[in-house]
């Protein structure tokens, strides 16, 4: 089974932290995502990475930066945590090339107070 | 960019009725349209895709259908049960490898089927 791992479930955060939420994929995908969900908006992209020491900017990337160092680990960053970061975020990796199937992590429920 | 709009919100079903879901998209060159479930607390899982190639595609209860010239694919769940309650959400991928899979989703269906 192909298992994407969130470092954490929850966290809560104060306005202005430095925040790192990170993410691992154990069957060797090259793409991986950071995706932020919220009712009614469904999952929204931040941003995605083709490679190592690739990345792209998805729609919402204000606010947010990544790090893929290691092809197995991607790092989303929240250079100033804000109230309007507090949601809950997804981690995903697929199989290099169009259409193959996404896998996710089980989510960071991230509170920003 | 990809739009994908998705209705209805919400959807609530006696149980062994049918649920039907529909999306829009927005551009032309996205060619890969799956769908994702999620239930409550737990992460968004790949139930069923179709390619543009295709116009429609079944697995047991569920089947999706395409319209390329529209630019809508929609969900048909038959049979409804108590665990097909859940968040379903549309997607849509360009088909060239340069995006990398970049899926883009629809704001997500809450399924409600009653016993």
């Known amino acids: ?113 | 960019g990809e739009n994908v709009e998705q209705h209805p919100s919400t959807l609530s079903v006696q149980e062994g009725d049918s649920a039907v879901i529909k999306c829009t998209y927005s551009d032309s060159a996205s060619n890969y349209f799956p769908w994702y479930k999620q239930e409550l607390g737990k992460r968004p899982q790949l139930i069923i895709d179709i390619r543009s190639n295709v116009g429609e595609k079944k697995d047991q209860r569920i089947a999706v259908t395409l319209n390329k010239t529209a630019k809508h694919f929609s969900l048909h769940i038959t049979e409804t049960q108590p665990e097909d309650s859940a968040v379903y959400f549309c997607a849509a991928a360009p088909s060239f490898k340069a995006a990398g899979n970049k899926l883009t989703f629809g704001g997500g269906t809450r399924v409600l089927v009653k016993p």
């Open chain 1, 1 to 113: 089974d192909v298992k994407v791992t969130q470092s954490s479930r929850y966290l809560v955060k104060r306005t202005g932290e430095k925040v790192f939420l990170e993410c691992v994929q154990d069957m060797d995908h090259e793409n991986m995502f950071w995706y932020r969900q919220d009712p009614g908006l469904g999952l929204r992209l931040i941003y995605f990475s083709y490679d190592v020491k690739m990345k792209e900017k998805g729609d919402i990337p204000e606010g947010y930066s990544v790090s893929r160092e290691k092809k197995e680990r991607f790092s989303l960053i929240l250079e100033s945590a804000s109230t309007n970061q507090t949601s809950m975020y997804l981690c995903a990796s697929s199989l290099r090339g169009a259409g193959t199937e996404a896998f996710f992590g089980q989510g960071t429920r991230l509170t920003v107070v």
